[in-house]
């Protein structure tokens, strides 16, 4: 795998963050009205072009933080951080952050201060229902280049703990791995549509092994179960739930044939559009490379020669 893959991976993040700033919250029938063709800027958060939200900041405090290898505490701090000090910001502020990402901050605040560092692992023992957002899986992707080629029993258990910082419920940890699989299979070069079989097979081979309680597993039918390809466009969502995002990001990817249209018809569908095109453009953008992103939407991008840069230092750690 290239460089310019892994670039791409994470510019796909934030490229495709910035084109949905501007529209988050408005509805579906208000972007049929006037559907995103370009990035533009301000909108929902009056925010420059090019402006990317939480969802990126967080990719990039995990992907510096892996640099030097695997380490909760510091992948922790790095997060506190960015709410705390506007470290990995787009323009040196926060101006979004979902709530249960906030009080998980709060949380991680706590255990550290006390130094409670056992505590970090034990997250994903606590988490409920109500922890199953879409704020883990946002910005999962950097830990693809960490745990690949490791079982996928020891992918999960570490997924889990890297998702459990703020989203502590096995449901949003299991969206992780599967979009997780799907990339690392990407990575090897594969087709995306035999990558996504191939993931189908090995994540149901995994849930027979560990028992996976099917008042869990219902909730990914029409991704595992089912061929997510054939649900109708009606069908997906676009909201803040994980498993809505995640069966968008996974049908917009597989159902469109470039960056450019994954991106815009992620966005043109409403509601979480930053967060929406963020998880689809971080496979998109892994699949295409950087060379796949239309050069004038990069050129617009804040920061982008400290992303490039760190997704080469991320190339040069772990391919």
Known sequence: MKA??????????????????????????????????????????????????????????????????????????????????????????????GMTTAKALNRLEEILDNNWLDELQEQKNYGDAYENGNGSLMRIIPLLFYIKGKTIQEQFSIIWEVSALTHRHIRAAMSCLIYLKLAEKLLSGQDKIIAYTDMQKEILAFWEEIHFPKSESQYFEKIIQNDIRNTALKNIKTGGYVIEVLESSLWFFLNRNSYKETILSSINLGHDTDTGAAIAGGLAGLYYGLKGIPELWVASIARMEDIIQLGKQLHSTYI
């Open 4 to 97: 310019d893959n892994v670039i791409g991976a994470l510019m796909g993040v934030a490229v495709g963050d910035a084109m949905g700033v501007p529209h988050e919250f408005k509805s579906r029938s208000e972007m049929r009205k006037n559907p995103v063709t370009s990035m533009v800027g301000h909108g929902t958060y009056n925010q420059p072009l090019g402006t990317w939200s939480d969802d990126s900041s967080l990719t990039f405090c995990l992907a510096e933080s892996l640099l030097n290898g695997y380490d909760l505490k510091d992948i922790a701090e790095k997060f506190i951080q960015w709410r705390s000090k506007a470290y990995w910001t787009a323009r040196g502020r926060v101006f979004d952050i």
